[in-house]
Every structure is written in structure tokens, then in C-alpha cells.
């Protein structure tokens, strides 16, 4: 499985932007960098995923490096809804395109 | 985007004996569905892939005699817990995926069910 490294936990003030990073130097040509979010006794949620390009939609914007070794999440403004553990994937088709989560990044908003 | 269903949300059962979660995708067909589980403070294991008409895949060290998974229907996969023990009491989490294949796709979870074997 292709490995991901996210720090354990980032703190964000309400209405503020806030960046996730996820490193993913092992990355392969034609891995998709995924990225799901979970709320506390819930399933996870899809956020957004991409390839090569930067993508956007309405819930974050997704930076990917040029030389994709990493990756950052951005939610443009914070809200306390927001507070959840965010969890970047690489997805290998090649290999059952299953999504095997690492531990993610505990994100905590501040009022 | 896409809804999946678990049932039931929550269960508590006996020790020896077997409990069966339903998932289901309410709008639209999965040929391709997840099971995970969680334990408290863990991130999610996946536990098996479901494809519609054709057997599980199990991941390694998962016993498939004691999980058994049916995936008769394209919009219907079940996990049954077999002669279930106080470890396994989880919390379980199916998934199941839309989109065109390739990794380009989005994958939509269903919001687990918590099982209690006592």
C-alpha cells in the first residue's frame, strides 16, 4: 500500500483558512490522491480527490505539488463543522482500488 | 452525492451468537461495495470487498468463515458476524463506490453501525 504522512493534529480558528498537508513521496504515475474526512461516530465523508492538477469544489481546494511527493487540503473557511479527522489516501487502481486509511490529521476549530 | 444505508445503527447481542448488517445504496447501483471497522480512537480497517454476483475479497488476516459477506444485489451487501465474541465489538462501516474507474471516482460511506457482543 502506498503510504501517506499527515501530523496527528492541527488546530484552526473559526472563519480562518486552513491547510492540510499530507506527504506522499512514494507515489506512483498513476495513484489518485484522495482525500476523505470522518466526524466523530459517523462514516467518512468524501472530500475530493485529484491526479496531477489542482481541483476545487464546493466543500475544499486540493494542491498538488508539482512533483507530487505531497499534497495539501485547503478549506477556505473554517467552521466548527468542520472539526473532524481528515484522512489523505493514495488510491492504486492496479491494486483493487481499495482505500486504506492511515490516521489522519484531527482537526480542532476554535470559536 | 450519493446515499448508503446501514441497518441497523446500533445492536448488542450475546456472545455465540449472529448478527447481520445490511447496507444499502439508496440512489444508485454499486457493483463495488466496502466493509471496514473501527475501533474507538483507530482509523478504519478494511475488512473485505463486496462485488455484486460474485464472491468477497478478503483482506489478509480477516476470516472469512467468521465474516461472511453476500453481495446478492447491486444495490444490497450484507456482513454477517458469526458466532460473535466480546472482540468483536466494533463499530462497522460499509462503503460503496461511484464513479468511472481508474481511481477517478468517489467512494460514499454509510454511517456505521456500533456492535456490542456481551
Known amino acids: 500500500d502506498a503510504k501517506t504522512t499527515q501530523p496527528n493534529s492541527m488546530e484552526s480558528n473559526e472563519e480562518e483558512p486552513v491547510h492540510l498537508p499530507c506527504n506522499h513521496s512514494t507515489i506512483s504515475g498513476t495513484d489518485y490522491i484522495h482525500w476523505y474526512r470522518q466526524l466523530p461516530s459517523q462514516g467518512p465523508e468524501y472530500v475530493i480527490h485529484?491526479?496531477?492538477s489542482n481541483v476545487n469544489n464546493r466543500m475544499a481546494s486540493l494542491a498538488i505539488a508539482e512533483d507530487r511527493k505531497s499534497s495539501t487540503l485547503i478549506l477556505h473557511r473554517a467552521t466548527l463543522r468542520d472539526a473532524a479527522v481528515y484522512y489523505c489516501i493514495l488510491l492504486r487502481w492496479n491494486q483493487g482500488g481499495k482505500l486504506i486509511f492511515g490516521q489522519g490529521t484531527e482537526l480542532s476549530v476554535k470559536p | 452525492g450519493a446515499v448508503v444505508s446501514q441497518h441497523p445503527s446500533r445492536v448488542i447481542c450475546k456472545s455465540g451468537t449472529s448478527v447481520k448488517i445490511e447496507c444499502r445504496s439508496l440512489d444508485f447501483q454499486a457493483t463495488t461495495m466496502f466493509w471496514y471497522r473501527q475501533f474507538p480512537k483507530q482509523s478504519l480497517m478494511l475488512m473485505a470487498t463486496?462485488?455484486?454476483?460474485?464472491?468477497?475479497?478478503?483482506e489478509q488476516g480477516v476470516e472469512k468463515d467468521k465474516f461472511l459477506i453476500n453481495h446478492a444485489s447491486l444495490t444490497l451487501s450484507t456482513l454477517t458476524v458469526t458466532s460473535a465474541h466480546p472482540e468483536d465489538s466494533s463499530f462497522y462501516i460499509c462503503?460503496?463506490?461511484?464513479?468511472?474507474?481508474?481511481?477517478?471516482?468517489?467512494?460514499?460511506f454509510g454511517p456505521g453501525t456500533r456492535l456490542t457482543v456481551t
Open positions: 463486496s462485488n455484486e454476483g460474485s464472491k468477497a475479497t478478503y
Open positions: 485529484g491526479l496531477t
Open positions: 462503503s460503496a463506490r461511484v464513479g468511472s474507474g481508474g481511481g477517478s471516482y468517489e467512494q460514499y
